[in-house]
Each structure stands twice: as structure tokens, then as C-alpha cells.
Nanobody, 116 residues
């Protein structure tokens, strides 16, 4: 079993920054892709960013140029640096990891609230 634990969410004013972290633990042979999705009330889940084990990144259009995803493979941890935050970034941010052999895992989520 693999467990993902997110941290770093909170309340921030528009224009501010937050850094999210997600650490994976458990029976991990190899983590391939890691990433972040978000879901706001009444909206569909949305891709924020993903990163491969080799560092190739993909960003959702709404966060390009403002958010940066990175990872520490030795620590099985993925980060999301969020700058120039907007009220529309308010959502629950959920970490995901694709683990070899065992499949896809999701965290519980961390709330990010951006006030105007």
C-alpha cells in the first residue's frame, strides 16, 4: 500500500504565494509520474501539473507561468510552487502518484483559499 500526504495549503491573499508538498510512503518500488489536480466547489477536477521521474513537466493552461512543479526522487516527494495566486485558484489540491506494479494513488487533498 502507498500513502500520499499533502501539506502546505492555507489562506493567502491574491498575488501571494504558497508551496505545496506531497510525500509518498509505503511499498514503493518505483514512482513514475507524480502530479497535482484541483477541484473547486461545483467544478470538475482539473489538471494542475504533472512531472515524470525524469523531470518532464506538463501544466494546465490556467496555471502556466505562475506555478512550478518539481520533485525529489530520493524523498518520493513532489512540490508545487504557486505564485501570483488568484481567487480562482481556490480549490482542494490533490496529489497523485503512478507507482510501478501497484498503480495510481491519490492523497486526501489540501485546501488552498485565495482571498481577493
Amino acid at each position: 500500500q502507498v500513502k500520499l500526504v499533502e501539506s502546505g495549503g492555507g489562506l493567502v491573499q491574491a498575488g501571494g504565494s504558497l508551496r505545496l508538498s506531497c510525500a509518498a510512503s509505503g511499498s514503493i518500488f518505483r514512482i513514475n509520474d507524480m502530479g497535482w489536480y484541483r477541484q473547486a466547489p461545483g467544478k470538475q477536477r482539473e489538471l494542475v501539473a504533472t512531472i515524470t521521474s525524469g523531470g518532464i513537466t506538463i501544466y494546465g493552461d490556467s496555471v502556466k507561468g505562475r506555478f512550478t512543479i518539481s520533485r525529489d526522487n530520493a524523498k518520493n516527494t513532489v512540490y508545487l510552487q504557486m505564485n501570483s495566486l488568484k481567487p480562482e485558484d481556490t480549490a482542494v489540491y490533490v496529489c497523485t502518484a503512478r507507482v510501478s506494479v501497484t498503480g495510481d494513488y491519490w492523497g486526501q487533498g489540501t485546501q488552498v483559499t485565495v482571498s481577493s
